[in-house]
Nanobody, 118 residues
Framework: VHLVESGGGVVQPGGSLRLSCAAS???????????MNWYRRAPGRERGFVAAITRAGDNTVYADSVKGRFTISRDNDKNMMYLQMNSLKLEDTGVYYC?????????WGQGTQVTVSS
């Protein structure tokens, strides 16, 4: 599975960004067979969980730090996943990664940089 993130950039505190993750390269299973996640690596820190969405998109989970501000979604017809980020804070700065999981197998994208700065 090949994952490509996009939509990162520089934004002021309180602003919004929408990240996208395009998935391709499926062989034995379709995009809808994969649970999807967003992670981020803040400067000087380990990569950490941000949000998750089930295969059908009917359940989501968020890290406490982003709950109420970020929304994860997916479009299985388009093989796409999204992260709508509102009310961005300085501490949201980092590289955001798309992750696809099926059983014990996982794939990662190359990441997209989000910088929140005044």
């Amino acid at each position: 599975v090949h994952l490509v993130e996009s939509g990162g950039g520089v934004v002021q505190p309180g602003g919004s960004l929408r990240l996208s993750c395009a998935a391709s390269g499926f062989t034995d299973f379709t995009f809808s067979s994969y649970a999807m996640n967003w992670y981020r690596r803040a400067p000087g820190r380990e990569r950490g969980f941000v949000a998750a969405i089930t295969r059908a998109g009917d359940n989501t989970v968020y890290a406490d730090s982003v709950k109420g501000r970020f929304t994860i979604s997916r479009d299985n017809d388009k093989n796409m996943m999204y992260l709508q980020m509102n009310s961005l804070k300085l501490e949201d700065t980092g590289v955001y990664y798309c992750n696809a999981v099926r059983g014990s197998r996982g794939s990662w994208g190359q990441g997209t940089q989000v910088t929140v700065s005044s």
